[in-house]
C-alpha cells in the first residue's frame, strides 16, 4: 500500500513538474513572440529621416513670389469691362458693361478682382481669384458670382508668344445637373487693354464662345 501510496505521489509530482515546465514554455514562447512583433512594429514604424534643409528649401521656393505674380501684380487698379455674351451657337449677342478693382493680396501671392455691373436688368457682382502654383508651374483661377451658386475652378499655362493665357475647368449647368467643361483664353492685348473669351460646350458636340470681355485700364 505504502509503495502505491509513493507511486502515485510521483507520478503527481512529475505530471505537476511536467505542467510547469510546459506552463514556462508557453510564457517563453508568448514573450518572444512579443518581442518578435515589437521588434517586427519598430522596423516598419522607423523611417529614412527627411532632409530638413532640403525640405526648408522647397518650400521657400514653394511660397516665394516670381516673375508669375508680378505679370498679376501689374494689372492692380481699377478697369471698365465691355461683356458680350452669346446663350446658344450663333445666337444674338447680349452685352453689359461692368468695373473691375484689381489688388493682390497674401502678400503679392494673388491676384483678387471685383466685378461690380448690371446684367439683364440685374445688379451683378462677381469675384475672381488667380494664382500661381509654383509646384504645378501652372495658373489657377476661380469664379464666383451673384447669378448662381457655383464655383468655377480652371487651370492652364501662360505663352509668351501669344501673350496668352488658356485655362480649362468645369462647371454644373442649372439647366441638367450635370458637369460641363468650359475654357477659357486671357489675352494681354497691350499694357492697358485685356481680353477674355469663354467657350462653352455646345449641345450638339464641340464648343461656342459664350462671353467676351474687353477689359481697359481707368488708372
Not at 4 to 21: I, Q, R
Not at 46 to 54: G, H, L, Y
Not at 87 to 95: D, I, L, Q, Y
Not at 171 to 191: A, F, L, N, S
Request: hydrophobic content about 35%.
Amino acid at each position: 500500500m505504502k509503495k502505491l501510496f509513493l507511486t502515485a505521489t510521483v507520478l503527481a509530482l512529475c505530471f505537476a513538474s511536467c505542467k510547469n515546465e510546459n506552463k514556462e514554455i508557453e510564457t517563453e514562447t508568448t514573450m518572444a513572440a512579443d518581442t518578435t512583433a515589437i521588434a517586427t512594429d519598430s522596423i516598419e514604424m522607423t523611417e529614412e529621416p527627411m532632409d530638413s534643409v532640403a525640405m526648408q528649401k522647397a518650400w521657400e521656393a514653394y511660397m516665394t513670389p516670381g516673375e508669375p505674380h508680378q505679370m498679376l501684380a501689374d494689372e492692380v487698379g481699377t478697369w471698365t469691362n465691355d461683356m458680350t455674351f452669346w446663350m446658344e451657337p450663333n445666337g444674338e449677342p447680349s452685352k453689359a458693361t461692368s468695373n473691375a478693382d484689381i489688388k493682390m493680396i497674401l502678400g503679392g501671392r494673388y491676384q483678387e478682382t471685383t466685378y461690380t455691373g448690371d446684367m439683364m436688368g440685374m445688379p451683378f457682382e462677381g469675384r475672381a481669384t488667380v494664382g500661381y502654383d509654383n509646384a504645378a508651374d501652372e495658373f489657377i483661377s476661380t469664379w464666383i458670382d451673384n447669378m448662381g451658386t457655383g464655383m468655377m475652378i480652371m487651370r492652364g499655362k501662360y505663352d509668351e508668344g501669344s501673350k496668352s493665357m488658356t485655362m480649362t475647368g468645369s462647371i454644373v449647368d442649372p439647366m441638367t445637373g450635370k458637369e460641363k467643361q468650359m475654357r477659357e483664353v486671357y489675352t494681354i492685348v497691350d499694357e492697358n487693354t485685356r481680353k477674355m473669351e469663354f467657350f462653352d460646350q455646345a449641345p450638339g458636340g464641340g464648343e461656342y464662345k459664350s462671353m467676351e470681355f474687353v477689359m481697359k485700364r481707368k488708372m
